[in-house]
């Protein structure tokens, strides 16, 4: 199955079924939709429709990530955009908030061919990958980066999330925590169960005890995410060395234990992976695991260019691990 | 003049023209550059070839900002997502890491039509706005936000940088400062030169001395700018307060501070602009005025979108102007 015989089909003009494809403003909706409709029942091939996308090159790459104001994403844009200056793309940006209908609605807008290429970091809530599918099925080019599912075959960016779990958590342990707590941030966003392996790993390896109730979900809102920490920080057998898979999660421990009147690293140390250059200047400074957040971005962004410039092969299926480093403060002291 | 007349002196097709103008692909190059040097020739007026461009939306904005990692720009481009969402635009993002023969290359990029508007925010180093006047003179709608310039007619959103530097030095006169410093990042840029204007008029209001040596242009690097801020506070008639006019030499203050072991606020207040949620964590809490950044984003992304869609004049040329909030913490005890 190829265009032209999809245009014989539709009894339609090459050059109309090859801009309904590319959603040129030149073809009427009814047209477009008929079209579409046309090439799914017909099982029209990838490759062709994608060379059809392919031969009009937007020069712009979509950046999607679920917030913007943050330790991490922040870094990730200029590496991203470092690359771009380079190699001369533009970078559309979209924020799903953590809401799988945005990531979907914002999919759907892509599809028509508007970008050369996609780099994905998944919300909290994405549960199902049927728009990822979709998008790969037309031919468009998409890498995920930092939160990935392994569901889908494309070329991942990564950093090391489970070691950095374990050299987190040996960390507290060499400090001598006995009682370490894991603050996740869902159970579905790979870095949280990235580093949470690690943790549990780093326990085993130790022998020590790993009770559920020392993994605690924070997938609230700030307000909540504190309660549940308070009432970690409350109990009897409350823990004395805390792991945050993220900065924000760190920063509401510090909250919690200035209102608990817990004094860190006296009473409780505290760990997180964390990006911020205000790291080193909290009170106490925070221990963190630095993520390659700008490298991310960078090799997030070269691959991408990479597949649309067919320098690569377009069904690579891979991951790209970028190691985090361990910086050591007085919040675990 | 109009578009037809353009493509008979040219002896080319309307369509081709229309084309050339539009950027398209399917123009040479070589006929591009003869049409647009012929319409520059012939002083091809500005409405008839902005309504050429306006025919086909792009239903894209570009933002243009100096940095991305900031605890200014990264709530300011929430604001401007969340208006594009709502309102159905793409929002292309480029950063000039203040440099102006970037902002010129990106306007350059952006003026054959591949955005509907653009929201800049001025690099330090621009001190020619040709690029601008030129953009505007196409018909494409430029907002101009938090960094702007008084000689260019555009709408204009910004922050009440004056009163703000009004109420923090006059904040550190009530703390009883004596010797208040003022840390610029450069001359020429609007947001650092409106607060300095607030810090002299407070100065005067107060009687105090305003010697020239207590303004320091911080416009380096992160190196340079501490080395500057050791030298003024290593002077035998150092200050006693500190005015930094971005968050980031405010971390500068502290970290020299440390490094000189000086005690803030004892030896030292410190207040500074800053937006970081990390602000209150610093050690010693830092006395900020808290700029209006996501709702700058959202209300300069709310009249650009206007602009393009005709509800307002594209002649407009006022400032809206919101304002800055003065968060007293513990680094001016």
Do not use: W
């Not at 377009?314 to 970028?322: A, E, P, Q, S, Y």
């Amino acid at each position: 199955m190829n265009l032209k015989k999809l245009a014989q089909e539709l009894n339609l003009s090459f050059s109309t079924v090859s801009k309904a494809l590319r959603d040129s403003h030149e073809i009427s909706s009814s047209t477009k939709s008929r079209v579409i409709a046309k090439a799914n029942e017909l099982n029209y091939q990838v490759n062709p429709l994608a060379s059809s996308f392919r031969k009009q090159k937007t020069k712009t790459i979509a950046l999607i990530i679920p917030e913007v104001v943050n330790d991490f994403f922040g870094p990730v844009i200029n590496g991203i955009e470092s690359i771009a200056q380079e190699k001369g793309y533009h970078v559309l940006i979209y924020m799903t908030h953590e809401d799988m209908e945005k990531e979907i609605a914002i999919f759907k807008l892509l599809q028509s061919g508007r970008v050369d290429g996609i780099m994905l970091s998944l919300s909290e809530q994405t549960c199902d990958i049927k728009h990822l599918q979709e998008l790969k099925e037309r031919g468009i080019p998409l890498i995920l980066f930092d939160r990935i599912t392994d569901q889908l075959e494309v070329a991942k960016i990564t950093t090391d999330n489970c070691d950095g779990g374990i050299k987190a958590t040996e960390h507290l342990i060499e400090r001598g925590c006995k009682r370490i707590a894991f603050l996740a941030i869902s159970k579905r966003v790979s870095v949280s169960t990235g580093r949470m392996k690690g943790y549990l790993e780093a326990l085993k390896k130790h022998s020590m005890n790993q009770p559920d109730d020392m993994i605690v979900c924070c997938d609230g809102d700030d307000r909540k995410n504190k309660e549940l920490i308070k009432k970690l920080l409350t109990r009897k057998d409350r823990p004395d060395g805390i792991f945050a898979s993220v900065e924000t999660l760190a920063i509401s421990t510090y909250e919690v234990c200035e209102e608990l009147k817990l004094n860190i690293p006296r009473d409780l140390k505290v760990i997180a992976f964390s990006n911020s250059y205000l790291a080193a200047l909290l009170n106490p400074s925070l221990t963190a695991i630095r993520q390659p957040a700008f490298e991310m971005g960078r090799e997030a962004a070269a691959i991408l260019v990479n597949l649309v410039e067919k320098k690569e092969s377009r069904f690579r299926n891979d991951k790209t691990v970028i190691k985090s480093q361990l910086i050591v403060r007085n919040s675990t002291r």
